[in-house]
């Protein structure tokens, strides 16, 4: 099992940054790729971001490419999600996520092994 406690979530207004952690405990030796996902009002879940091991590989949702950076501290077992440039529409709760292996499905919320519990990122115009 792999617990995973999501922080640092907020209201800010548009144009402005959060920075998201994802501290995991546990199994965290299964967790070889680290994402965040989203769930908007009235939405399905969505990819943003996914990073692997050694943090030499990561993907990204293109709503997010160049405004969203993820990162990792395996020292620490923890994963960031450095948020810029916010808009109205990244208004969600943003959930940590994690997986076996890089590669095929990492968009796939079903790929997906274990989730925190989320955390609301709300931009005001």
């Known amino acids: 099992q792999v617990q995973l406690v999501e922080s640092g979530g907020g209201l800010v207004q548009a144009g402005g940054s959060l920075r998201l952690s994802c501290a995991a405990s546990g199994r965290t030796s299964s967790s070889y790729v680290m994402a965040w996902f989203r769930q908007g009002p009235g939405k399905e879940r969505e990819f943003v971001a996914a990073?692997?091991?050694?943090?030499?590989?990561?993907d990204y949702a293109d709503s997010v490419k160049g405004r969203f950076t993820i990162s990792r501290d395996n020292a620490k077992n923890t994963v960031y999600l450095q948020m810029n440039s916010l808009k109205p529409e990244d208004t969600a709760v943003y959930y940590c996520?994690?997986?076996?292996?890089w590669g095929w499905g990492l968009p796939r919320r079903n790929e997906y092994d274990y989730w925190g519990q989320g955390t609301q990122v709300t931009v005001s115009l």
């Open positions: 990073i692997n091991w050694s943090g030499g590989s990561r």
């Open positions: 996520t994690t997986k076996r292996t």
